[in-house]
């Protein structure tokens, strides 16, 4: 047996999934369940326990597959209806909050993707990506315009460059609640609203 003609694999195992975790801020729960079921199985006490043979490389091989299979069935926790239901009417109640740039909470006001953070994370305590930018990167959970549900985040051209750069809680009905600009409070608005609509760029699905 040769131990040590394994410890550049071993080195090479620990710093991928160091740098795999490292940018995972914003990364969505079934990245993270991902890099935990892999980390699991990247253990110096795993790749120690039958050092040297070709059945730990074999058995290393399909946990891993194993894990990223199972990680990938399970993208997070799927909610209720009532669940989404609730972030909704939380969010009517927060009606006519004042906008505030960066804010996240009812006593600082809010800005359009701070009111998201905070329904989310208050009622169904899920961490959503802190800004506008961040939270289009999700791709995986891109919805349609047609096949939009209640508790969707609708995405919006609202600063005239171009670019998405706003945000806001879809209820149903065509309407979306948001936090407009400065100067203004949280309100309902409507999708059939020529400036929305012509705005309006994509939207994500952080319920299920």
């Known amino acids: 047996m040769r131990p040590l003609c394994w410890f550049p694999l071993y080195l090479l195992c620990t710093l991928g999934a160091t740098n795999a975790l490292a940018d995972d801020f914003d990364a969505p729960d079934w990245r993270r369940y991902e890099h935990a079921s892999i980390d699991r199985t990247l253990t110096p006490a795993g790749l120690t326990a039958r050092t040297g043979t070709a059945w730990q490389v ?16 399970f993208p997070g926790p799927a909610y209720s209806r009532a669940e989404t239901s609730r972030i909704i009417a939380r969010a009517h109640e927060l009606i006519g909050t004042p906008y505030r740039w960066g804010g996240q909470s009812e006593e600082d006001g809010f800005d359009c993707s701070g009111l998201l953070v905070y329904l989310y994370r208050s009622i169904a305590n899920r961490k959503l990506p802190r800004t506008t930018h961040s939270m289009i990167a999700q791709r995986h959970n891109a919805v349609s315009r047609d096949a939009l549900q209640p508790g969707d985040a609708v995405f919006f051209n609202h600063n005239g460059e171009g670019s998405t750069s706003h945000v806001g809680l879809y209820i149903g009905d065509d309407r979306f609640i948001h936090a407009p600009s400065t100067g203004k409070s949280i309100r ?17 699905r952080f319920s299920g």
């Open 58 to 73: 074999t058995q290393l091989g399909r946990r891993y597959r194993s894990a990223v299979a199972t990680s990938r069935n």
């Open 188 to 204: 309902i608005d409507s999708l059939d609203n020529s400036y929305w609509k012509r705005s309006y760029t994509t939207a994500r």
